[in-house]
């Protein structure tokens, strides 16, 4: 049986840096890049779109399977399209990570979305990010990272993006909304969000995008 292409999994909670630096490392070694979290933003766009209710298991298992979700590069930015739209802007939305944080904690959804996220193991690599990349989706991988940052430093780099994009936001609720996606993510019955036992974690408070990118790579060398 042929070797399977090279894994780096980058967990973390929400506003840990994990896309913005499983981005660039995926830049740098020049690997496939997985965005897990879109795959479940998307399903609850669509979910949105289509009147389902979130508390609707059923419906939001056969809105996993029916979804088309595909990526993109347009000006150097990746773009997510949902149902044949560009959607990535929606899927930036507050509302959106919500929806996602509850359709996650279904089981029958994430088994849906299973053999999607591993579809994405091609050559020469793939960097993949989410919350249970390196804990289910891909326990056999080689390298695994679990990035955290304090939550306030979290809350501040969501008001700052937000606020770039001219989004009217207070921080005191984003951090209401971080803390409260944490404990959701932590507490659900099925892949928690938790670092995988063989997982260096990276704490990013303070830190700089290439420092953190830096210390990933490093721990990739022989």
């Known amino acids: 049986m042929p070797d399977l292409p090279s894994v780096l999994t980058i967990d973390g909670p929400s506003g840990s840096g994990k896309g913005t ?3 660039a490392v995926a830049a740098r070694l020049g690997w496939h890049y997985l965005d897990s979290g879109a795959l479940y933003r998307a399903i609850g766009v669509a979910a949105g779109w289509a009147d389902i209710d979130l508390s609707d298991p059923s419906s939001l298992v056969r809105c996993a399977f029916d979804t088309e979700i595909g990526f993109r590069e347009a ?3 990746p773009r997510v399209i949902v149902n044949g739209v560009d959607a990535t802007d929606e899927l930036r939305t507050e509302t959106a990570g919500a929806a996602a944080s ?4 279904i089981p029958e959804v994430r088994s849906a979305l299973k053999e999607r996220q591993r579809a994405f193991r091609r050559s020469p690599g793939l960097v993949a990010d989410g919350r249970d990349m390196g804990t289910v989706i891909f326990p ?3 390298h695994k990272v679990f990035l955290t940052a304090s939550a306030e430093e979290r809350a501040e ?3 700052k993006q937000l606020k770039d994009k001219g989004v009217s936001v207070t921080l005191d609720g984003l951090l209401r909304e971080i803390l409260a996606r944490d404990a959701r993510d932590a507490s659900r019955a099925v892949a928690p969000l938790r670092p995988a036992d063989d997982a260096v974690r990276i704490d990013t408070t303070g830190l700089g995008i290439e420092t953190v990118v830096d210390r990933v790579l490093a721990l990739m060398e022989p």
């Open 157 to 159: 780099r969501r008001y």
């Open 102 to 105: 509850a359709i996650a904690a």
């Open 21 to 23: 630096i499983s981005r």
């Open 75 to 77: 000006g150097g930015e």
């Open 140 to 142: 056999d991988a080689r």
